[in-house]
C-alpha cells in the first residue's frame, strides 16, 4: 500500500495520516434498538464538549454493538485517503463530515396530535445505515483497504477498537440513519441516498 512517496515522508520523519469513512447497512426486525446505543454515543459526546477520550469510548461502543449485530450485515463500502500535513487531513474529514451529514433526510414527521384514547405507534425501520468517519496517526492495513466483505469489515471494526487503545485517534464522527426512533429508512431511499454500498 506504501507508494515511493509515503517512503520518503516516513524516512523525514513526517507524520501520516489516514482519514476514512466507513458505510455499514444493516436490516431486519431486531436492528432499532442500535440507535439506542448511538444515540447514547452522541450525547455523551455533546456532553463531554467532544473530549477525545469519551468519543472514543463510544465509538468502542458502537464497534462492540456492531460487531455482535454481524448477522443483521447486509451491505458495506468504505472510502478514505492518507495525509502528510494535519490541515489537509483535517479538511477532508470536514468534507466527509458535510456529505454525510447531507445524506438523509427522514420521510417521517410525527407531529400530528395523537388523540387522548389513542395509542401512540411508531414505525419501526428495518433498514439502519451507521456512517463512521475518523482520522488517525500512523496506518492501518485492515482499515486501508476494501471493506465490502463480511471478514474484512469485521477485522476494519476491530481495527478501530485498537486504533482508540492505541491513543492514535484525532477525530471521530459518527452519522446513522435514520436518527430517531419512529423515522423510516426505506429500500428506495438506501438506494438514492447510499449508491456506494456493495451487497455482502
Request: proline share 4%; charged share 25%.
Amino acid at each position: 500500500m506504501s507508494s515511493w512517496r509515503d517512503r520518503i515522508n516516513k524516512m523525514t520523519g513526517k507524520t501520516r495520516y489516514v482519514v476514512c469513512r466507513l458505510f455499514i447497512h444493516l436490516s431486519g426486525e431486531e436492528v432499532a434498538p442500535l440507535l439506542g446505543v448511538l444515540n447514547q454515543a452522541a450525547i455523551d459526546a455533546v456532553e463531554s464538549d467532544g473530549d477525545m477520550e469519551v468519543l472514543g469510548e463510544g465509538l468502542v461502543n458502537i464497534c462492540q454493538k456492531l460487531l455482535d449485530m454481524k448477522y443483521y450485515w447486509r451491505s458495506a463500502a468504505n472510502e478514505g485517503d492518507v495525509f502528510w500535513k494535519e490541515e489537509e487531513a483535517g479538511d477532508y474529514v470536514t468534507e466527509l463530515f458535510t456529505d454525510s451529514a447531507q445524506r438523509y433526510g427522514s420521510g417521517t414527521e410525527i407531529n400530528d396530535p395523537v388523540g387522548e384514547n389513542e395509542p401512540l405507534t411508531l414505525p419501526i425501520t428495518r433498514n439502519l445505515v451507521v456512517m463512521i468517519t475518523v482520522a488517525f496517526e500512523g496506518e492501518s492495513p485492515d482499515l486501508e483497504a476494501n471493506l465490502a466483505d463480511m471478514e474484512a469489515l469485521e477485522y476494519g471494526l476491530k481495527a478501530l477498537i485498537n486504533i482508540h487503545y492505541g491513543g492514535q485517534l484525532r477525530a471521530i464522527q459518527v452519522h446513522f440513519a435514520p436518527a430517531q426512533l419512529g423515522d423510516e429508512l426505506t429500500n428506495e431511499q438506501l438506494l438514492l441516498n447510499y449508491p456506494e454500498l456493495v451487497p455482502l
